[in-house]
């Protein structure tokens, strides 16, 4: 008879337990709003509640209230009849710790709490510089003696802080890289910028992309650069002589390469670069001719040749695997002979 007793005592502690855990308040530990959205914040309850009550930080005055279906609100803020609290307008000023209380029907209150962090999302892909050509301000962070091998990747007015991940179309590229961060305490937004600091003689060309990463970017979000390393490789040299007013075509490899660079050298060494193409510009127009295209196949096509094209004609080439380097040098004949 004791043993039953002591059982059935076991059982109402254990049963009242099971009760009290049940009924307590879970919120999530942190909460993430946008900035200018409507934010609201939610717990898990008992439905049958008397009243509700939202807490600012360690205020002893409830800001949000709702006592038998009857809600208490300021400015900015709303509750809902399940007790949510609602941000009409999210600010950078409503990210904080809060508390709620919830009075259930049997009187008694039970307690949680959540801290809300605003964010502002990166709305635009980054900016990506080769340092050493950029005129950018954030070029100019970087010393002097390395800017030349640099390429650095930045976005702004973002909460919390980007974070960057550099990724190479080879893995022969040799670098490292840093990253940085600056709240402006006026606004509470940051500036984000990573350095990727390469070493030019382990490549001779590259397209290089920075990936931004982070609670602030929502969808994906990055840049890319087209880089020439130092690295040469043996040339393979042709030399052909055509009539004045042919079309030429010129492959830059026997295999189509996805990273190509065309430059051109005339007799008194002047050099133009005609041409770079990569992931999404395959083909077209060259920049300083007009009668120059890289064509679908992947060839250098100038149309009506004449006398002023004579010259050399440079392709560098590469891929994740292996690179490689063309020189054709065209002689222009009269197209009489």
């Known amino acids: 008879m004791e043993k039953t007793r002591m059982f059935l005592a076991v059982v109402l502690i254990t049963a009242s337990l099971c009760e009290l855990i049940s009924s307590q308040i879970e919120c999530e530990n942190i909460v993430f709003v946008e900035h200018g959205q409507r934010g609201m914040i939610s717990c898990e309850y008992p439905l049958n509640f008397i009243a509700v009550f939202w807490y600012r930080g360690d205020s ?40 709620i209380s919830v009075l259930d029907a049997d009187g008694v209150s039970q307690s949680g709490y959540t801290v809300i962090n605003v964010t502002v999302s990166l709305s635009t892909n980054p900016h990506i510089y080769k340092c050493e050509t950029s005129e950018s301000e954030i070029c100019h962070l970087v010393e002097d003696n390395t800017r030349p091998n640099v390429v650095v990747c930045h976005t702004t007015d973002t909460r919390p802080e980007v974070t960057f991940v550099w990724l190479t ?20 937004l940051y500036i984000s910028y990573s350095v ?17 990463k982070g609670l602030a970017v929502n969808e994906n979000r ?3 650069v087209f880089v020439a390393g130092s690295k040469r490789d043996v040339p393979n040299n042709n030399h052909i002589t055509i009539k004045q007013g042919s079309v030429v075509r010129m492959t830059c490899a026997a295999e189509k390469f996805f990273l190509q660079k065309w430059t051109y ?8 670069e005609l041409k770079s193409v990569y992931p999404g510009q395959e083909s077209g127009p060259c920049l300083s001719n007009t009668k120059c295209q890289v064509n679908n196949e992947g060839l250098l096509e100038i149309i009506d040749f004449s006398f002023k094209d004579e010259g050399t004609y440079e392709c560098i080439y590469s891929n994740d695997v292996t690179s490689g380097r063309s020189l054709t040098h065209i002689d222009v004949i009269s197209k009489y002979v």
């Open 196 to 212: 990727f600091q390469y070493d030019s003689s382990s490549f001779s060309l590259e397209y290089i992309t920075c990936n931004s």
């Open 222 to 224: 990055n840049a890319s």
């Open 169 to 188: 179309t080879s893995s022969n590229v040799v670098g490292n890289a840093y990253s940085k961060s600056v709240m402006n305490i006026t606004t509470g």
């Open 60 to 99: 002893q005055n409830p800001f949000l209230r709702l006592e038998e279906g009857r809600p208490s609100k300021i400015d900015g803020y709303d509750i809902t009849a399940r007790g949510e609290m609602i941000i009409e307008n999210v600010k950078i000023e409503d990210e904080g710790p809060y508390k």
């Open 265 to 272: 050298s005339d007799s008194d060494g002047n050099t133009a």
